[in-house]
């Protein structure tokens, strides 16, 4: 794309690592099996469309400079789905990855592995790619958190949160008394609380 645009400088294109993150959206919208569906003013959710969200602000967030590497991503990651030209073949020279393997990076290091989970609705459950689909949907929400640091600090208001906010939280699913919490600590952003009750389910 650079080569295309004539952009040696970068001028056109906002740097960050776009194409990584739009290349995971693909194994992550194909491979990543939904586990809660919910409703919400009739309009239907499910537990991924909160990354799916975070996703299309980081891809128009910078308008044409994040769109176009946002593109190249989600080509990239469709064509390694696809294998064109066995492309899932082409791996590193056995030196490099020896080499690398030998190096003890504090975030390489190998952690337990999560109980199996079955899916509710009668899917079987998946426990082959449980640690790769964990790993994915953690690197995308790592990758959007630091492209967006949206959270307000976890300072408690000390105003009570409004009774609509509550109702609203309430609504989704979630306990009055936790979705109040939660608002107190996100002082009162109903965004921010939703993510905090997700994150405390999702545990």
């Not at 645009?5 to 995971?24: E, R, W």
């Not at 996100?186 to 997700?198: G, Y």
Request: glycine share 6%; with cysteine.
């Amino acid at each position: 794309m650079l080569a295309l645009l004539k952009d040696p400088t970068m001028n056109l294109l906002t740097s960050g690592p776009y194409g990584l993150i739009f290349a995971s959206f693909v194994p992550f919208h194909f491979d990543i099996p939904v586990s809660t569906r919910f409703r919400v003013f009739g309009v239907r959710f499910s537990d991924k469309s909160f990354i799916y969200l975070a996703g299309l602000q980081l891809f128009l967030s910078s308008w044409k400079r994040s769109i176009l590497p946002g593109i190249c991503g989600i080509l990239a990651g469709s064509l390694y789905r696809l294998n064109v030209f066995r492309i899932r073949k082409a791996k590193f020279p056995e030196f490099v990855t020896s080499f690398f393997s030998r190096i003890s990076w504090p975030s390489m290091r190998s952690s337990p592995a999560a109980p199996t989970r079955n899916v509710v609705g009668g899917v079987p459950s998946y426990t082959g790619r449980q640690v790769e689909a964990s790993a994915l949907v953690e690197c995308l929400n790592s990758a959007i958190f630091l492209q967006f640091r949206t959270y307000p600090s976890p300072v408690p208001s000390t105003t009570e949160p409004p009774e609509d906010s509550i109702a609203m939280l309430v609504s989704m699913g979630f306990d009055r008394n936790s979705a109040r919490q939660a608002l107190v600590h996100a002082r009162n952003d109903v965004n921010a609380a939703t993510n905090i009750l997700l994150e405390a389910e999702s545990h």
